[in-house]
């Protein structure tokens, strides 16, 4: 069975970095893309960017200008989030997903979500 | 970007009814287009696919049609696990935009 666990959620000040993670487990890592979707809070889904492991193939959305970098270790079929500047506006759940059972290059398979908060 | 425009953004419907939810694309995205389902504090979930596929597992009653830039979404008899939020997704250029949303309500 596919599954994506992701890293529990985060409480930061503004300026903060954070790390976050998403464990891929049942099928090999290398051969599909991940995606990770932001969803601020009583909003919709927002599309932030995908990494192809095996190539660390890496697409932004010019959307979000840089504020973040996505990556992935291959050695433990994990993928990664990770912003050093946090701001207030980054308070979210960010989603992990990844599109290897299904044409058309769907999100078939979803991580549980990461709450980030960022406060002072 | 390929902006993806949802209506109506909520809807109340009763149990039974049919439902009908559209997305239109602001450029032709083929049948790049995909379906998702959301509940309160869950994750999304994949409904369909390239604009009329039902991924496994998911009821006969949802339905998908379209091509190009203007898509449906349909359900025939709305069912009581089926009041959530359902956002469309174009993938057939990045970045990979979701619509806005329609909320499903109780009427």
């Known amino acids: 069975e596919v599954q994506l666990v992701q890293s529990g959620a985060e409480v930061k000040k503004p300026g903060e970095s954070l790390k976050i993670s998403c464990k891929v487990s049942?099928?090999?890592?290398?051969?599909?893309?991940i995606g990770w979707v932001r969803q601020m809070p009583g909003k919709g889904l927002e599309w932030m960017g995908i990494i192809y492991p095996s190539e660390s193939d890496i697409r932004y959305s010019p959307s979000f200008q840089g504020h973040f970098t996505i990556s992935a270790d291959k050695s433990i079929n994990t993928a990664y989030l990770q912003w050093t500047s946090l701001r207030a506006s980054d308070t979210a759940m960010y989603y992990c997903?990844?599109?290897?059972?299904?044409?058309?290059?769907?999100?078939?398979?979803w991580g549980q979500g990461t709450m980030v908060t960022v406060s002072s | 970007d390929n902006q993806m425009t949802q209506s109506p953004s909520s809807l109340s419907a009763s149990v039974g009814d049919r439902v009908t939810i559209t997305c239109r694309a602001s450029q032709n995205i083929g049948n790049y287009l995909n379906w998702y389902q959301q509940k309160p504090g869950k994750a999304p979930k994949l409904l369909i696919y390239?604009?009329?596929t039902l991924e496994n597992g998911v009821p006969s009653r949802f339905s998908g049609s379209g091509s190009g830039t203007d898509f449906t979404l349909t359900i025939s008899s709305l069912q009581p696990e089926d009041f959530a939020t359902y956002f469309c997704?174009?993938?057939?250029?990045?970045?990979?935009?979701f619509g806005q949303g329609t909320k499903v309500e109780v009427k």
């Open positions: 390239g604009s009329s």
């Open positions: 997903a990844t599109k290897g059972g299904v044409p058309y290059d769907a999100f078939d398979i």
């Open positions: 997704q174009q993938s057939y250029r990045i970045p990979q935009t």
């Open positions: 049942g099928y090999r890592f290398t051969n599909y893309w």
